[in-house]
């Protein structure tokens, strides 16, 4: 073991371009650490991503992916999958070393349901609005129980609206300050916050009116995944106002995430740790607020759900500017680098150049709409070698060509290279693996 303690931070749906003057912390951060200036997200929605960042392995080697058959079936499957990852799990390994491991999420991904709490020896599962589930003492049919399910969330989302509360960062933040003192074994502890996802709503302390509390609610409140699908299937296209309302309510959510980032370091120097502790901050994928005719993440390769913020900062670490690609599946042996001992592919090697993600068909994720007008063909990926992207848009016409584009001169994805231009050798090989490997994939 190095002697070091890590801290990952994961925001969860937090786009690389939102971090800047307003996020003063990672700027901090970025400025006496290693920055990733393009690093790239493995997936587009958190399990598959997640389960990425903790094993190495990309979505469709790891097969933890959205499918037919709602959440319930996922998690099952999820559940399965992780048993036979057993030796690439980040923390089982960790804890086998003797590093002690925590995880502390609101996110329903991150629990005993999916695997993913596996070798966490000290684990913080919650949901953000804080309230008991309501049992019903009279046997009713399903559909009057969905209507009366509905009901009382409504009457969650409301209660916490006017609450004011953030969605579980200074629960975290409570716990994680616990855990430090606990014991001065080394440690490796994990976080994936809720407070820059959907439903997008700051923690602002106020006495809203029951009209204003309403509008929260069902914009984007309970809603919102029916109208995010809604826009994205294009049976009803959201208004530029509506998308600038929610894209205005996120970065006030990105500058909180960040004072509570500072927080995190204030906690740290209290806890005598900060010397010996390394940061690494980053998001499990991005958001999109209209890019491609989507809102929301896991049906898009667009820049604004593929790039991420990456810093890594701490004891031992260099400052370092890092212009290329590089994958968050580096996430795990970038750790174990840290923690136990040299590993082959870790992040702090800077990067080789190359990145990929990778997305199921956008109907797993995104439910269609009865009446819908757009039509997803399959899954997509997008292989990244120095400035072009390679990309197989799942919303493209049957047998269409991927799409090239040269990202230093062309940032908004607007001009398709592919007839004249070819994509490098390294994008050919990894997408003739990945479509070798994709063929599982439902369709």
């Not at 809102?295 to 890594?312: D, K, M, N, T």
Request: proline content about 7%.
């Amino acid at each position: 073991m190095t002697g070091r303690n890590l801290i990952l931070v994961i925001f969860d749906s937090a786009r690389a371009d939102a971090f800047g003057s307003d996020t003063p912390t990672f700027e901090e951060l970025g400025s006496r650490g290693m920055r990733f200036e393009r690093a790239i997200a493995p997936a587009g929605w958190t399990l598959p991503s997640h389960t990425s960042m903790f094993t190495g392995l990309m979505p469709t080697e790891h097969k933890i992916v959205g499918s037919p058959g709602g959440a319930e079936r996922v998690l099952a499957n999820s559940r399965t999958r992780v048993s036979a990852l057993q030796d690439k799990l980040l923390a089982p390994r960790l804890a086998a070393a003797g590093i002690r491991t925590f995880l502390s999420s609101a996110s329903p991904w991150l629990t005993k349901a999916s695997g993913l709490d596996r070798g966490f020896q000290d684990t913080d599962h919650f949901n953000f609005l804080q309230l008991p589930p309501h049992p019903s003492r009279v046997r009713l049919p399903k559909r009057a129980r969905q209507t009366l399910n509905t009901l009382y969330s409504i009457g969650d989302h409301a209660r916490w609206a006017r609450s004011g509360r953030d969605k579980g960062a200074a629960r975290v933040l409570e716990g994680m300050e616990r855990f430090i003192a606990d014991d001065p074994a080394p440690f490796f502890a994990c976080t994936t916050l809720m407070d820059t996802h959907e439903p997008h709503l700051p923690p602002e302390k106020s006495d809203r009116s029951f009209l204003a509390t309403a509008n929260i609610v069902l914009q984007p409140g309970l809603m919102r995944l029916v109208r995010m699908h809604a826009h994205t299937w294009g049976t009803r296209v959201l208004s530029p106002r509506v998308i600038s309302q929610w894209r205005a309510a996120y970065e006030r959510e990105i500058a909180y995430v960040d004072s509570w980032l500072a927080r995190l370091m204030e906690m740290l120097d209290r806890s005598g740790r900060a010397d010996e502790t390394v940061v690494v901050v980053t998001a499990d994928h991005g958001e999109t607020f209209g890019e491609g005719g989507t809102v929301g993440h896991g049906v898009s390769l667009r820049e604004g759900l593929a790039r991420v913020p990456l810093v890594i900062a701490g004891a031992g670490v260099d400052a370092n500017r890092i212009e290329g690609p590089v994958s968050l599946a580096r996430i795990a042996p970038t750790v174990t680098d840290l923690l136990l001992a040299p590993t082959e592919g870790s992040l702090i090697e800077g990067s080789d150049g190359i990145a990929s993600m990778e997305i199921e068909h956008p109907a797993h994720v995104a439910h269609p709409t009865p009446r819908a007008k757009r039509t997803a063909r399959g899954p997509g990926a997008a292989f990244y070698d120095g400035s072009l992207k390679v990309v197989v848009d799942p919303w493209d016409l049957p047998d269409a060509p991927p799409r090239l584009y040269d990202l230093v001169a062309d940032p908004e994805e607007t001009n398709d290279l592919s007839s004249t231009r070819e994509a490098t050798e390294r994008q050919g090989k990894l997408l003739e693996s990945w479509r070798e490997r994709a063929a599982y994939l439902p369709t």
